[in-house]
Protein backbone atom coordinates (compact mmCIF):
# COMPACT_ATOMS: atom_id res chain seq x y z
CA UNK A 1 0.00 0.00 0.00
CA UNK A 2 1.55 3.58 -1.02
CA UNK A 3 -0.48 7.15 0.85
CA UNK A 4 -3.67 4.62 1.38
CA UNK A 5 -3.73 3.22 -1.78
CA UNK A 6 -4.20 -0.61 -2.22
CA UNK A 7 -1.86 -3.06 -4.34
CA UNK A 8 -2.93 -3.11 -7.62
CA UNK A 9 -3.36 -7.31 -7.80
CA UNK A 10 -4.39 -7.02 -11.69
CA UNK A 11 -1.47 -5.44 -12.61
CA UNK A 12 0.74 -7.67 -10.62
CA UNK A 13 -0.29 -10.30 -12.35
CA UNK A 14 -0.04 -8.36 -15.58
CA UNK A 15 3.80 -7.90 -14.95
CA UNK A 16 4.46 -11.31 -14.08
CA UNK A 17 2.63 -12.28 -17.19
CA UNK A 18 4.86 -9.90 -19.41
CA UNK A 19 7.69 -10.85 -17.49
CA UNK A 20 7.56 -14.74 -18.93
CA UNK A 21 6.72 -13.11 -22.45
CA UNK A 22 10.19 -11.41 -22.00
CA UNK A 23 11.69 -15.12 -21.08
CA UNK A 24 10.20 -16.93 -23.85
CA UNK A 25 11.76 -13.93 -26.52
CA UNK A 26 15.15 -14.68 -25.13
CA UNK A 27 14.46 -18.50 -25.22
CA UNK A 28 12.83 -18.35 -28.74
CA UNK A 29 16.08 -16.39 -30.28
CA UNK A 30 18.45 -19.08 -28.14
CA UNK A 31 16.48 -21.84 -29.46
CA UNK A 32 17.01 -20.14 -33.20
CA UNK A 33 20.82 -19.27 -33.25
CA UNK A 34 21.72 -23.07 -31.84
CA UNK A 35 19.87 -24.00 -35.02
CA UNK A 36 23.11 -22.44 -37.24
CA UNK A 37 26.64 -23.08 -37.58
CA UNK A 38 27.10 -20.31 -35.09
CA UNK A 39 30.68 -20.27 -33.14
CA UNK A 40 30.46 -21.59 -30.04
CA UNK A 41 32.53 -18.80 -28.49
CA UNK A 42 30.06 -16.28 -29.78
CA UNK A 43 26.64 -18.39 -29.09
CA UNK A 44 28.43 -19.12 -25.41
CA UNK A 45 28.24 -14.74 -25.56
CA UNK A 46 24.84 -14.75 -26.46
CA UNK A 47 23.56 -17.34 -23.72
CA UNK A 48 25.76 -15.15 -20.79
CA UNK A 49 23.39 -11.97 -21.88
CA UNK A 50 20.22 -14.21 -22.14
CA UNK A 51 21.21 -15.60 -18.17
CA UNK A 52 21.81 -11.84 -17.14
CA UNK A 53 18.40 -10.19 -19.03
CA UNK A 54 16.54 -13.15 -17.89
CA UNK A 55 17.72 -12.34 -14.01
CA UNK A 56 17.56 -8.61 -14.42
CA UNK A 57 14.84 -7.85 -16.60
CA UNK A 58 11.49 -8.93 -13.39
CA UNK A 59 13.31 -6.29 -11.04
CA UNK A 60 13.55 -3.55 -13.32
CA UNK A 61 10.11 -4.04 -14.58
CA UNK A 62 9.05 -4.07 -11.06
CA UNK A 63 11.25 -0.87 -10.11
CA UNK A 64 10.55 1.50 -12.74
CA UNK A 65 7.06 0.62 -14.20
CA UNK A 66 5.65 -0.67 -11.12
CA UNK A 67 6.74 1.09 -8.30
CA UNK A 68 8.44 4.07 -9.74
CA UNK A 69 7.47 5.83 -13.04
CA UNK A 70 3.86 5.23 -13.69
CA UNK A 71 3.71 2.92 -10.68
CA UNK A 72 1.11 0.29 -11.98
CA UNK A 73 1.28 -1.41 -8.87
CA UNK A 74 -0.31 1.04 -6.82
CA UNK A 75 -2.40 4.40 -8.66
CA UNK A 76 -0.63 4.41 -11.89
CA UNK A 77 -2.46 3.79 -15.08
CA UNK A 78 -1.02 2.17 -18.70
CA UNK A 79 -1.61 5.34 -20.25
CA UNK A 80 0.89 6.89 -18.52
CA UNK A 81 3.91 4.10 -19.46
CA UNK A 82 6.45 5.33 -21.89
CA UNK A 83 6.68 4.88 -25.42
CA UNK A 84 10.13 3.09 -24.48
CA UNK A 85 8.43 0.88 -21.88
CA UNK A 86 5.52 0.72 -24.18
CA UNK A 87 7.53 -0.35 -27.14
CA UNK A 88 9.73 -3.02 -24.38
CA UNK A 89 5.93 -4.40 -23.17
CA UNK A 90 4.69 -4.81 -26.83
CA UNK A 91 7.19 -7.15 -27.46
CA UNK A 92 6.88 -8.67 -24.27
CA UNK A 93 3.23 -9.21 -25.06
CA UNK A 94 4.69 -10.93 -28.60
CA UNK A 95 5.98 -13.43 -26.15
CA UNK A 96 3.01 -14.49 -24.34
CA UNK A 97 0.87 -15.32 -27.15
CA UNK A 98 3.89 -17.11 -27.97
CA UNK A 99 4.10 -18.85 -24.81
CA UNK A 100 0.51 -19.97 -25.10
CA UNK A 101 0.77 -21.30 -28.49
CA UNK A 102 3.68 -23.56 -27.69
CA UNK A 103 1.98 -24.71 -24.00
CA UNK A 104 -0.97 -25.52 -25.98
CA UNK A 105 0.72 -27.24 -28.90
CA UNK A 106 2.11 -29.46 -26.64
CA UNK A 107 -0.46 -30.56 -24.15
CA UNK A 108 -2.60 -31.20 -27.07
CA UNK A 109 -0.18 -33.18 -29.14
CA UNK A 110 -1.17 -36.59 -30.45
CA UNK A 111 1.06 -39.09 -32.51
CA UNK A 112 -0.12 -39.40 -36.63
CA UNK A 113 -2.55 -42.06 -37.26
CA UNK A 114 0.55 -43.77 -38.93
CA UNK A 115 1.84 -44.77 -35.56
CA UNK A 116 -0.02 -47.63 -35.01
CA UNK A 117 1.09 -49.02 -32.12
CA UNK A 118 3.65 -48.02 -29.55
CA UNK A 119 5.09 -49.67 -26.07
CA UNK A 120 7.80 -48.64 -24.14
CA UNK A 121 9.66 -50.21 -20.63
CA UNK A 122 12.03 -47.64 -18.54
CA UNK A 123 15.14 -49.17 -17.30
CA UNK A 124 16.32 -47.56 -14.19
CA UNK A 125 20.20 -47.84 -15.27
CA UNK A 126 21.60 -46.73 -11.74
CA UNK A 127 19.58 -49.16 -9.80
CA UNK A 128 20.89 -51.92 -12.08
CA UNK A 129 24.61 -50.88 -11.50
CA UNK A 130 23.96 -50.36 -8.21
CA UNK A 131 24.77 -46.81 -8.00
CA UNK A 132 24.24 -43.71 -10.75
CA UNK A 133 27.07 -44.28 -13.03
CA UNK A 134 28.91 -41.05 -12.58
CA UNK A 135 32.24 -39.83 -12.60
CA UNK A 136 34.25 -36.77 -12.98
CA UNK A 137 33.71 -34.29 -15.76
CA UNK A 138 32.15 -31.09 -17.08
CA UNK A 139 28.82 -30.24 -15.53
CA UNK A 140 29.26 -32.76 -12.64
CA UNK A 141 27.04 -31.02 -10.28
CA UNK A 142 23.83 -31.15 -12.96
CA UNK A 143 24.10 -35.02 -12.89
CA UNK A 144 23.93 -35.38 -8.96
CA UNK A 145 20.66 -33.37 -8.83
CA UNK A 146 17.59 -34.20 -7.17
CA UNK A 147 15.02 -36.15 -9.30
CA UNK A 148 17.57 -36.02 -12.43
CA UNK A 149 16.55 -38.84 -14.86
CA UNK A 150 19.43 -38.90 -16.37
CA UNK A 151 19.85 -42.76 -15.78
CA UNK A 152 16.40 -44.00 -16.41
CA UNK A 153 15.97 -45.22 -20.28
CA UNK A 154 12.94 -45.42 -21.62
CA UNK A 155 12.96 -48.54 -24.48
CA UNK A 156 10.55 -47.88 -27.15
CA UNK A 157 9.05 -49.94 -29.66
CA UNK A 158 6.55 -48.35 -32.04
CA UNK A 159 4.67 -50.09 -35.17
CA UNK A 160 4.78 -47.40 -37.96
CA UNK A 161 2.74 -47.34 -41.53
CA UNK A 162 4.21 -46.14 -44.78
CA UNK A 163 2.31 -46.38 -48.04
CA UNK A 164 5.01 -47.36 -50.36
CA UNK A 165 6.52 -50.35 -48.17
CA UNK A 166 6.88 -53.22 -49.78
CA UNK A 167 4.76 -56.77 -48.17
CA UNK A 168 7.76 -58.33 -47.86
CA UNK A 169 9.21 -55.61 -45.35
CA UNK A 170 6.68 -55.75 -43.52
CA UNK A 171 7.86 -56.06 -39.75
CA UNK A 172 11.00 -54.66 -40.42
CA UNK A 173 12.94 -53.24 -37.71
CA UNK A 174 15.11 -49.76 -37.11
CA UNK A 175 16.78 -49.72 -34.39
CA UNK A 176 17.58 -45.49 -34.04
CA UNK A 177 20.06 -44.59 -31.86
CA UNK A 178 21.10 -40.89 -31.46
CA UNK A 179 22.75 -38.62 -29.27
CA UNK A 180 25.06 -40.69 -27.37
CA UNK A 181 27.38 -37.19 -26.46
CA UNK A 182 29.98 -39.83 -24.98
CA UNK A 183 32.07 -37.59 -22.23
CA UNK A 184 33.63 -38.45 -18.56
CA UNK A 185 30.76 -37.23 -16.68
CA UNK A 186 28.75 -40.37 -17.05
CA UNK A 187 30.77 -42.88 -16.46
CA UNK A 188 30.99 -45.60 -19.37
CA UNK A 189 29.77 -48.29 -17.41
CA UNK A 190 26.42 -45.99 -17.70
CA UNK A 191 26.53 -46.65 -21.94
CA UNK A 192 27.97 -50.44 -21.47
CA UNK A 193 24.50 -51.46 -19.73
CA UNK A 194 22.24 -49.07 -21.97
CA UNK A 195 24.07 -51.36 -24.90
CA UNK A 196 23.89 -54.63 -23.09
CA UNK A 197 19.66 -53.71 -23.12
CA UNK A 198 19.81 -52.94 -26.50
CA UNK A 199 21.51 -56.43 -27.52
CA UNK A 200 18.74 -58.13 -26.08
CA UNK A 201 16.46 -56.76 -28.86
CA UNK A 202 16.91 -57.49 -32.46
CA UNK A 203 17.17 -55.26 -35.18
CA UNK A 204 17.30 -55.48 -39.18
CA UNK A 205 19.33 -52.00 -39.50
CA UNK A 206 20.57 -49.90 -37.01
CA UNK A 207 21.01 -46.23 -37.77
CA UNK A 208 22.79 -43.30 -35.63
CA UNK A 209 21.37 -39.74 -35.76
CA UNK A 210 24.32 -37.57 -34.88
CA UNK A 211 26.51 -36.28 -31.63
CA UNK A 212 28.19 -39.26 -30.60
CA UNK A 213 31.00 -37.89 -28.55
CA UNK A 214 31.65 -34.69 -26.55
CA UNK A 215 34.87 -35.24 -25.54
CA UNK A 216 37.36 -37.45 -28.06
CA UNK A 217 39.29 -39.49 -25.15
CA UNK A 218 36.04 -41.54 -24.97
CA UNK A 219 36.59 -42.81 -28.44
CA UNK A 220 37.96 -46.03 -26.42
CA UNK A 221 34.60 -46.56 -25.15
CA UNK A 222 33.45 -47.55 -28.85
CA UNK A 223 34.17 -51.11 -29.18
CA UNK A 224 32.64 -52.15 -25.73
CA UNK A 225 29.61 -50.24 -27.04
CA UNK A 226 28.27 -48.60 -30.00
CA UNK A 227 30.79 -51.30 -31.57
CA UNK A 228 29.22 -54.19 -30.29
CA UNK A 229 25.22 -53.58 -32.57
CA UNK A 230 25.20 -55.54 -35.29
CA UNK A 231 21.98 -55.98 -38.20
CA UNK A 232 22.05 -58.16 -41.38
CA UNK A 233 20.89 -55.11 -43.18
CA UNK A 234 24.12 -53.26 -41.86
CA UNK A 235 24.80 -50.23 -39.66
CA UNK A 236 24.71 -46.90 -40.79
CA UNK A 237 25.74 -43.04 -39.03
CA UNK A 238 25.68 -39.70 -39.33
CA UNK A 239 27.72 -36.95 -37.30
CA UNK A 240 26.17 -33.77 -35.68
CA UNK A 241 26.99 -30.36 -34.07
CA UNK A 242 29.31 -31.47 -31.53
CA UNK A 243 31.19 -34.09 -33.36
CA UNK A 244 31.86 -31.34 -35.80
CA UNK A 245 33.50 -28.97 -32.70
CA UNK A 246 35.75 -32.18 -32.43
CA UNK A 247 37.38 -34.00 -35.08
CA UNK A 248 34.89 -35.15 -37.76
CA UNK A 249 37.60 -36.96 -39.30
CA UNK A 250 38.76 -38.89 -36.41
CA UNK A 251 35.06 -40.04 -35.51
CA UNK A 252 34.12 -41.38 -38.77
CA UNK A 253 37.74 -43.11 -38.73
CA UNK A 254 37.04 -44.51 -35.71
CA UNK A 255 33.26 -45.76 -36.39
CA UNK A 256 34.16 -47.23 -39.42
CA UNK A 257 36.98 -48.95 -37.93
CA UNK A 258 33.87 -50.76 -36.11
CA UNK A 259 32.00 -51.80 -39.48
CA UNK A 260 29.23 -48.67 -39.75
CA UNK A 261 29.12 -46.94 -42.96
CA UNK A 262 29.34 -43.09 -43.07
CA UNK A 263 26.06 -41.59 -44.91
CA UNK A 264 27.00 -38.08 -44.52
CA UNK A 265 26.16 -36.28 -47.32
CA UNK A 266 25.93 -39.21 -49.83
CA UNK A 267 23.37 -41.93 -50.31
CA UNK A 268 23.36 -45.33 -49.71
CA UNK A 269 20.69 -48.18 -51.60
CA UNK A 270 20.45 -51.41 -49.73
CA UNK A 271 18.45 -54.12 -51.72
CA UNK A 272 16.47 -56.63 -49.93
CA UNK A 273 13.88 -59.53 -50.49
CA UNK A 274 13.93 -57.85 -54.04
CA UNK A 275 13.05 -54.28 -53.61
CA UNK A 276 15.48 -51.13 -52.75
CA UNK A 277 15.73 -48.82 -49.97
CA UNK A 278 17.54 -45.64 -50.54
CA UNK A 279 18.92 -44.01 -47.37
CA UNK A 280 20.55 -40.79 -47.01
CA UNK A 281 22.13 -38.81 -44.90
CA UNK A 282 22.20 -34.89 -43.84
CA UNK A 283 24.69 -33.62 -41.52
CA UNK A 284 24.22 -29.74 -42.93
CA UNK A 285 24.20 -27.18 -41.55
CA UNK A 286 26.79 -27.96 -39.47
CA UNK A 287 28.81 -30.44 -41.80
CA UNK A 288 29.08 -31.29 -45.79
CA UNK A 289 26.24 -30.97 -48.16
CA UNK A 290 22.64 -32.72 -48.23
CA UNK A 291 22.42 -36.03 -49.85
CA UNK A 292 21.40 -36.71 -53.65
CA UNK A 293 18.66 -38.51 -53.56
CA UNK A 294 18.12 -38.18 -57.46
CA UNK A 295 19.31 -42.25 -58.07
CA UNK A 296 16.11 -43.25 -56.32
CA UNK A 297 13.60 -45.27 -58.44
CA UNK A 298 9.66 -44.67 -58.38
CA UNK A 299 9.29 -47.69 -55.78
CA UNK A 300 12.22 -47.10 -54.09
CA UNK A 301 11.66 -46.61 -50.56
CA UNK A 302 13.66 -43.10 -49.24
CA UNK A 303 15.28 -43.18 -45.57
CA UNK A 304 16.62 -39.45 -44.47
CA UNK A 305 18.87 -39.38 -41.37
CA UNK A 306 19.02 -35.98 -40.48
CA UNK A 307 20.97 -34.92 -37.28
CA UNK A 308 18.48 -32.16 -37.21
CA UNK A 309 14.69 -32.24 -37.37
CA UNK A 310 14.67 -28.66 -39.38
CA UNK A 311 15.31 -30.41 -42.68
CA UNK A 312 11.58 -32.36 -42.30
CA UNK A 313 9.93 -29.43 -45.09
CA UNK A 314 13.13 -30.58 -47.24
CA UNK A 315 12.06 -34.29 -46.82
CA UNK A 316 8.73 -33.86 -48.01
CA UNK A 317 9.90 -32.10 -51.00
CA UNK A 318 12.32 -35.26 -51.81
CA UNK A 319 9.97 -37.51 -51.36
CA UNK A 320 10.50 -39.25 -48.45
CA UNK A 321 9.10 -41.80 -46.79
CA UNK A 322 10.94 -41.95 -43.69
CA UNK A 323 13.35 -39.33 -41.63
CA UNK A 324 15.21 -40.16 -38.40
CA UNK A 325 16.68 -37.34 -36.72
CA UNK A 326 17.58 -36.57 -32.92
CA UNK A 327 19.48 -33.03 -31.82
CA UNK A 328 16.82 -31.90 -29.94
CA UNK A 329 17.03 -34.16 -26.62
CA UNK A 330 13.46 -33.74 -26.35
CA UNK A 331 14.00 -30.24 -24.71
CA UNK A 332 15.57 -32.24 -21.56
CA UNK A 333 13.47 -30.50 -19.55
CA UNK A 334 9.67 -30.19 -19.89
CA UNK A 335 7.82 -28.03 -17.39
CA UNK A 336 3.94 -28.77 -16.32
CA UNK A 337 1.22 -27.19 -18.68
CA UNK A 338 4.35 -25.93 -20.86
CA UNK A 339 6.30 -28.63 -22.03
CA UNK A 340 10.01 -28.48 -23.20
CA UNK A 341 11.71 -25.23 -23.36
CA UNK A 342 15.07 -24.89 -24.90
CA UNK A 343 15.29 -26.51 -27.86
CA UNK A 344 18.28 -25.78 -30.90
CA UNK A 345 16.03 -25.35 -33.79
CA UNK A 346 14.71 -22.47 -36.25
CA UNK A 347 11.54 -23.96 -35.05
CA UNK A 348 11.94 -24.26 -31.57
CA UNK A 349 10.08 -26.53 -29.71
CA UNK A 350 8.13 -27.86 -32.11
CA UNK A 351 9.84 -31.01 -33.39
CA UNK A 352 11.23 -31.86 -29.68
CA UNK A 353 10.80 -35.38 -30.13
CA UNK A 354 8.23 -37.57 -31.54
CA UNK A 355 6.70 -38.93 -34.49
CA UNK A 356 5.32 -36.10 -36.85
CA UNK A 357 3.13 -37.01 -40.35
CA UNK A 358 3.51 -35.00 -43.04
CA UNK A 359 2.91 -36.80 -46.50
CA UNK A 360 5.00 -38.58 -47.98
CA UNK A 361 7.17 -38.25 -45.03
CA UNK A 362 7.07 -39.48 -41.61
CA UNK A 363 9.36 -38.17 -38.95
CA UNK A 364 10.38 -39.59 -35.81
CA UNK A 365 12.65 -37.44 -33.71
CA UNK A 366 14.82 -39.48 -30.71
CA UNK A 367 15.24 -37.57 -27.38
CA UNK A 368 18.77 -39.09 -27.65
CA UNK A 369 20.27 -41.09 -24.96
CA UNK A 370 22.56 -38.25 -23.32
CA UNK A 371 23.85 -34.76 -23.55
CA UNK A 372 26.19 -32.34 -22.83
CA UNK A 373 24.32 -31.09 -19.90
CA UNK A 374 24.09 -34.43 -17.92
CA UNK A 375 20.18 -33.43 -16.63
CA UNK A 376 16.85 -34.71 -17.75
CA UNK A 377 13.40 -33.82 -15.75
CA UNK A 378 9.90 -35.50 -17.35
CA UNK A 379 12.08 -36.31 -20.66
CA UNK A 380 13.99 -39.43 -19.77
CA UNK A 381 17.02 -40.63 -22.74
CA UNK A 382 15.52 -42.97 -24.96
CA UNK A 383 16.20 -45.84 -27.66
CA UNK A 384 13.88 -46.33 -30.58
CA UNK A 385 13.23 -49.25 -32.53
CA UNK A 386 10.65 -48.46 -35.56
CA UNK A 387 8.68 -51.82 -36.91
CA UNK A 388 7.72 -51.20 -40.41
CA UNK A 389 4.19 -51.73 -42.18
CA UNK A 390 1.93 -51.40 -44.41
CA UNK A 391 -0.39 -48.83 -44.65
CA UNK A 392 -3.31 -51.33 -45.12
CA UNK A 393 -2.06 -52.88 -41.22
Known sequence: MENGRPMNWWNLCLLLVLSAGHAEMWVALINRLHAFPVAHGRL??????????????PPALFWFVGLHGPRLLTYGQWSDLSPAWTAVLAVCSVGVVSLVVSAARHQWATS????????????????????????????????????????????????????????????????????????PTLDRTYFEAVTEQVLAKPADLIVFTGDLVDDLRCLDWLPETIGRFDARLGRYFILGNHDRALDEDAIRRAMGGLGWKDVGGRTFTIEFEGHRLVMGGDETPWIGRRPDFSVSL????????????????????????????????????????IGPVYAPSRYGVRYTDGTFSKPPTLMHVSRGLSGCHPFRWRCRPEVTWLVLEQESA
Not at 155 to 161: F, N, Q, S, V
Not at 300 to 323: E, G, K, N, Y
Open 44 to 57: RQVRHIHDAALLLF
Open 112 to 183: PSAVLAERSEVIDIARELGAPPIAEGPYLWMAKLPGNEQFTVELTEKRIALPRLPAAWSGLRILQLSDWHLM
Open 298 to 337: PDDIRLLLSHTPDHFARAQQADVDLMLAGHNHGGQVVLPG
